[in-house]
């Protein structure tokens, strides 16, 4: 059996598909941009009306309103954790197109099922599908990784993050303009942009992964404990791995609580909430689409990939200790730089990784991620509780925030070691090296 993680690579292979000539590849990585933006811009839709549709569904009952809702958010957050390792294992054995057009036509399925859902169970069996077939973000990653080389990488993963700023810019609110007229018409307009998206693949998107390179694991590896074990065979990657569980903790955090901090403590309303998301939103697509390439060919992946951590730690800090609503648009201005550790991170993860082996690295960190998204929100939102309406501890509506900051704290410190051979190998963390035992610090 071919190793589940390659420790050494070529570098005169950089891992770029041989099947598609430069201009082929333009196009290719042009259309996982819109397929991301498509993806994005079609969850953004049904932000703001999800939980319309489901009040509607349950009779205009809030508790069970409440109840539902919850219960949705969890299952698909659930699906994806169990389904993004065997996506992205299935990518590395079919090719990422299949796997790509596939899943982006299941998930227009669930859009239109969605919007004809006559009762809340049919509801939840949607949105299980719907997370299901969220992972063909998985697959879209490990194209980017097969098709982009050491000099393009970065920037690649960059775009990708520019593209989620913007469908989450542009999605909420077309989202609430449609819901105005129907809590229904946000997911047919979500089905038709996936419509839009699959027929655009079929005509324009061409394979990534040569057969040569594909890799079929054993069936025992796709289950959900062991489908992380592919993270661990390499010290890097499983540092970073850790590092990105810690920065997702804090990330879902942020997620759940920003309303609940906003009110509480400026008193905003929806609108207000709404611009300042859709700000979150613009800031991060312009630092990762114009600033990350250049700050990273000037310092270095790994010094990115701190750097950005750092700031993350600042900008979590401020946001809970801010106390003027303007203060929060600083805070978002300075924190998208942050943003930039990500992609970084991606980016040194994927040259690692032997072309057969993405999809089952990139399924592997999705379910990381949607792993933060069924823990944390409980004990952001419990926290928040405890420390504004409980009684039993001081009045500090901003301790989810704290919270967020010493995971990344922690993720900072994890990988900065994880990642001491990148910095031996080369000052600017730009090149691949063999692992290192952890027993060879000591000599």
Known sequence: MEPALRMERDPTTPGLAPEIAPAGRHAAIGFILMTLLLDILGIGLIIPVLPDLVELLAGGDDSLTSLWYGGLITAYALMQFLFAPPIGALSDRYGRRPVLLVSIAVLGLDFLLTAMAPNLWWLLGARILSGMTAANITAANAYIADISDDTTRVRNFGLAGAMFGLGFVLGPVLGGIAGLYSPRLPFLLAAGLSAINFLYGWLVLPESLPVEK???????????????????????????????????????????????????????????????????????????????????????????????????????????????????????????????????????????????????????????????????????????????????????????????????????????????VIARASPQGGKSVAWASPLEDLD
């Open 214 to 420: 594909r890799h079929w694991p054993s069936l025992v590896s796709l289950l959900p404990g062991k489908a992380l074990q592919v993270l661990q065979g390499d010290r890097v990657i499983f540092g970073l791995s850790i590092a990105f569980f810690c920065t997702s903790f804090a990330e879902m955090t942020l997620r759940s609580t920003w309303i609940l901090f906003t009110k509480e403590n400026f008193h905003w309303n929806t609108i207000q909430n709404g611009i300042a998301l859709s700000f979150v939103g613009v800031m991060t697509a312009l630092v990762q689409a114009t600033l990350l390439r250049p700050v990273s060919s000037r310092i270095g992946e790994r010094a990115t990939l701190i750097a950005g951590l750092v700031i993350s730690i600042g900008a979590y800090l401020c946001y809970a200790f801010a106390t003027e609503g303007w203060m929060m648009y600083a805070i978002i201005a300075f924190g998208a730089f942050g943003g930039m550790a990500g992609p970084a991170a991606q980016s040194i993860v994927a040259k690692r990784v032997d072309a057969g082996e993405q999809g089952r690295v990139q399924g592997a960190l999705a379910s990381i991620s949607s792993l933060t998204a069924i823990i944390a929100p409980p004990i952001a939102t419990g926290a928040f509780w405890l420390f504004t309406t409980s009684g039993l501890a001081p009045h500090f509506p901003g301790v989810s925030f704290l919270i967020a900051a010493i995971m990344v704290i922690a993720a900072t410190v994890i990988a900065t070691g994880a990642t001491r």
